[in-house]
């Protein structure tokens, strides 16, 4: 068995850089060295972390360009769609490097009338160390919503990238050892499947998983022999809902956006739209036509790059020749539209409801839209899948009345995919989508465990929890609680 692998750039097949394949033993061995390091990270305090990640973003900024570039030659998406991705990733961190301290530091709650005598506090303390086992569709992004809130929540991190960017996962490691060099407290592991499946095993404190939801079932199954537990970030089969007032210009470039950027490969991307009849012919028109006018490629004019990974095609394939074989029809495009390493931007309407095309997910330029009576139609249909990651919705009488009745962990009223760009709201799904949350406070406690701390303050003599109390303690607390809450006063 080879004990390396080759990164290859997906527009040309070009090697990339190649990297070992790490095994139990090896990983074993690196999660060891984390756990020393995450004592000393922790006990750094949170002013000293915040001042190393900060260093981390500035660092990152000013070299923007380098890594955009090892992300589009490694992963192919376009240098601004790159870019694009490294500015989200470097707010997030500005903000959980900022945040930590409000949201995980020790905080007063009220004791409550029975313990009035009492301290109560919550304090948020570390796992000690967390492994992340990211994607590589969004290789920084995706990858830094848990890293960098996992850092801020003083852990140490075991980061296995996707074997299909491991250069960026490297990067990002090795500018992290620059300002942090005294302790590895991010450290990379590189490898296939095996490789991951290990670092669940390896004894770490906690596993953030993005990917597949087959996959996140394995990641799952491996960690619940050890108890260890698990965020999961899986897939989507998002809907973008367009009402009869919607902004329909701006609705059908949400569509495009939302279905095309990064060649479709977006977890929160918009596979599925439904638009109100009265809308439905402009829509479906105007996003074909924004469509028709995307070229992939790997030069500074392409709209969007190759697909990544080979085997997606594939899928993407399998999803076209279904719609129209179960009675759809292809707008624009089709499967002539798949032409290795790319895919052509391809729209589809009148799909039945139950086609592989619109119960699984594409991952590819690919959108179906389709015609609804009403805006009950639309969220029924909406939330008929197994998934629950993403929506957006363009109404701009009813978005927010819309958006309460998905069954999704996000939602965009009147644009798409925003909610991303906003390091204080949560991200995460229900479902086949996963479930815990990276990003905002929500994102920073999922890397901490609450402990909850009770402390006497004046003793009293009416003590009820011990075996000397009088006899008549218990019935005295009884009589008073009875008078205080009879009668359903608040």
């Not at 707008?331 to 139950?354: D, F, K, M, N, Q």
């Amino acid at each position: 068995m080879a004990d390396t692998f080759d990164s290859l750039d997906p527009a040309t097949g070009e090697v990339v850089a190649t990297f070992p394949i790490a095994g139990a033993a090896d990983v074993r061995a690196v999660v060891a060295e984390a756990r020393e390091a995450s004592r000393w990270w922790a006990m750094i305090g949170f002013s000293e972390r915040k001042k190393r990640l900060l260093a981390w973003r500035s660092l990152i900024a000013g070299r923007i360009d380098e890594l955009a570039d090892l992300v589009h030659r490694e992963g192919g998406k376009t240098r601004d769609d790159a870019m694009l991705e490294t500015i989200l990733a470097i707010d997030h961190i500005d903000w959980a490097a900022k945040h930590a301290a409000k949201v995980l530091g020790r905080r007063s709650v009220s004791p409550g009338l029975l313990s009035a005598n009492h301290a109560a506090t919550i304090q948020y303390l570390p796992y000690g160390v967390v492994g992340v086992i990211g994607p590589w569709n969004y290789p920084v992004f995706t990858p830094m919503g848990s890293i960098t809130y996992a850092l801020a929540a003083s852990n140490a991190v075991v980061f296995k990238p996707s074997e299909f960017t491991p250069a960026v996962g490297e990067w990002l490691v090795r500018t992290f050892a620059e300002v942090v060099p005294e302790q590895p407290v991010l450290q990379v592991v590189t490898g296939l499947g095996e490789t991951g499946a290990a670092l669940c095993e390896a004894g770490v404190d906690k596993i953030a998983f993005t990917g597949s939801s087959a996959t996140g079932k394995k990641v799952m199954q491996a960690c619940s022999a050890t108890l260890t537990p698990v965020l999961v970030e899986c897939g989507g089969k998002d809907v973008l809902i367009i009402d009869e007032d919607a902004d329909i210009e701006a609705a059908a470039q949400a569509a495009a956006w939302g279905a095309c950027s990064n060649a479709g490969q977006t977890c929160v991307g918009t596979e599925r739209v439904y638009a109100h009849e009265k809308v439905y012919d402009k829509v479906l028109h105007r996003t074909a036509e924004i469509m028709r006018d995307l070229q992939p490629g790997n030069d500074g004019g392409a709209a969007y790059g190759p697909m990544t990974m080979p085997s997606q095609l594939d899928v993407v394939r399998r999803h076209v020749d279904a719609a129209i074989a179960d009675g759809g029809r292809a707008v624009l495009g089709g499967p002539e539209s798949i032409a290795p390493p790319y895919v052509r931007p391809v729209v589809l309407a009148e799909v039945p409801e139950t086609s592989v095309a619109i119960q699984e997910e594409t991952f590819g330029p690919v959108v179906i839209i389709n015609k609804v009576a009403s805006m009950d139609e639309a969220v029924t249909k909406a939330n008929a899948t197994p998934y629950g990651l993403a929506a957006a919705v363009f109404s701009r009488s009813a978005g927010e009345r819309i958006a309460a009745r998905l069954r999704t962990g996000m939602v965009a009223i009147n644009s798409v995919i925003s909610f991303a760009g906003i390091p204080s709201l949560p991200f995460g799904g229900v479902g086949e989508s996963g479930f815990g949350r990276i990003h905002g406070e929500d994102g920073l406690r999922e890397f901490a465990r609450s402990q909850s701390v009770a402390k006497l303050r004046v003793p009293i003599p009416l003590v009820v929890t011990s075996f000397a109390r009088k006899p008549y303690a218990v019935r005295l607390i009884a009589d008073m609680m009875r008078r205080r809450f009879r009668g359903g006063a608040s």
